[in-house]
Antibody
Framework: QVQLAESGGGVVQPGRSLRLSCVAS????????IHWVRQAPGKGLEWVAV????????IYADSVKGRFTISRDNSKNTVYLEMNSLRAEDTAVYYC????????????????WGQGTLVTVSS | EIVMTQSPATMSVSPGEGATVSCRAS??????LAWYQQKPGQAPRLLIY???TRATGIPARFSGSGSGTEFTLTISSLQSEDFAVYYC??????????FGGGTKVEIK
């Protein structure tokens, strides 16, 4: 079955960096785009970034553009989210989610989700 | 950016009753609309995509309808496991992909 597992969350001071990982299994990883979606405590869902199945295209939300970098290693079935210059407003549970359609990342719904990893930005 | 507005924010429903959640887009999203269910402490789960297609394993009591700017999620007879928060999401015009603010369906 399809599984996504995030790791790398924790408590970090404002201005510092953190790298999240998302390990996938149960499907042909290099056929699917992978998104990151976050949820601040008690709030709704916010899309963060997406990487194409072959890594050729990456798109970011304005709120993280220039600070966050998404990448993937298809040999390890893993997607990363490098987060720099972290702010208090980046505090959230970060989910990775698989795109719904193989090789069609433009069809932007999220078919499978990981359980999330909590990032807390606080001094 | 396409703004998604859900109503109501909260609804109280008795088990066995039906429930209808509405979602409005600030401009047409055609049928590029998905619905998700989220329970406390859990990740969201895809229920509906393409405005009306149930995802794998989703019970038939969940149905979606609408196109353009007005959409509806209907739960025909609420079971105990259906009390949760529901989100709509558009994927017609992005970035960014955008979600509604959520509708909490609670036990009456």
């Amino acid at each position: 079955q399809v599984q996504l597992a995030e790791s790398g969350g924790g408590v970090v001071q404002p201005g510092r960096s953190l790298r999240l990982s998302c390990v996938a299994s149960g499907f042909t990883f290099n056929n699917y785009g992978i998104h990151w979606v976050r949820q601040a405590p008690g709030k709704g869902l916010e899309w963060v970034a997406v990487i194409w199945y072959d890594g050729t295209n990456k798109i970011y939300a304005d709120s993280v553009k220039g600070r966050f970098t998404i990448s993937r290693d298809n040999s390890k079935n893993t997607v990363y989210l490098e987060m720099n210059s972290l702010r208090a407003e980046d505090t959230a549970v970060y989910y990775c989610a698989r795109a719904g359609v193989a090789a069609a990342v433009q069809v932007g719904y999220f078919e499978y989700w990981g359980q999330g990893t909590l990032v807390t930005v606080s001094s | 950016e396409i703004v998604m507005t859900q109503s109501p924010a909260t609804m109280s429903v008795s088990p066995g009753e039906g429930a209808t959640v509405s979602c409005r887009a600030s401009q047409s999203v055609s049928s590029s609309l998905a619905w998700y269910q989220q329970k406390p402490g859990q990740a969201p789960r895809l229920l509906i995509y393409g405005a009306s297609t149930r995802a794998t394993g989703i019970p038939a009591r969940f149905s979606g309808s609408g196109s353009g700017t007005e959409f509806t999620l209907t739960i025909s007879s609420l079971q105990s496991e259906d009390f949760a928060v529901y989100y709509c999401q558009q994927y017609d015009y992005w970035p960014p992909l955008t979600f509604g603010g959520g509708t909490k369906v609670e036990i009456k």
